[in-house]
Nanobody, 124 residues
Framework: QVQLVESGGGLVQAGGSLRLSCAAAGRAFSGSAMGWFRRAPEKERESVAYISASGRTINYTESVKGRFTASRDNAKNTIFLQMNSLKPEDTAVYYC?????????????????WGQGTQVTVSS
């Protein structure tokens, strides 16, 4: 059974940092593109970042560029999202997702496997 488990969310003041982790189990994802998404209250789910299987290609949504850094450790079957200079508008449930292929995209339909989500709350 494939599982993606996020951790690292929490409550932080504006300007603070959090590091999210997403550990995969049940299959190796070293050959898969992976992504981070978020859903804020009363908003649609949006792509935050995606990362290619090799980790060499990473794309960020405009609002987090320069503040968030995605990375992956294929040996540990884990991806990360380092979030710095957090803003109240970053408050959301954050999800990691894995594609079944090397294809990466901001489109959530590209991803077959999803974690349960971790809450990030940024206070002003």
């Amino acid at each position: 059974q494939v599982q993606l488990v996020e951790s690292g969310g929490g409550l932080v003041q504006a300007g603070g940092s959090l590091r999210l982790s997403c550990a995969a189990a049940g299959r190796a994802f070293s050959g898969s593109a992976m992504g981070w998404f978020r859903r804020a209250p009363e908003k649609e789910r949006e792509s935050v970042a995606y990362i290619s299987a090799s980790g060499r290609t990473i794309n960020y949504t405009e609002s987090v560029k320069g503040r968030f850094t995605a990375s992956r450790d294929n040996a540990k079957n884990t991806i990360f999202l380092q979030m710095n200079s957090l803003k109240p508008e970053d408050t959301a449930v954050y999800y990691c997702a894995a594609s079944a292929t090397t294809v990466y995209s901001t489109n959530s339909a590209n991803y077959l496997y999803w974690g349960q989500g971790t809450q990030v709350t940024v206070s002003s």
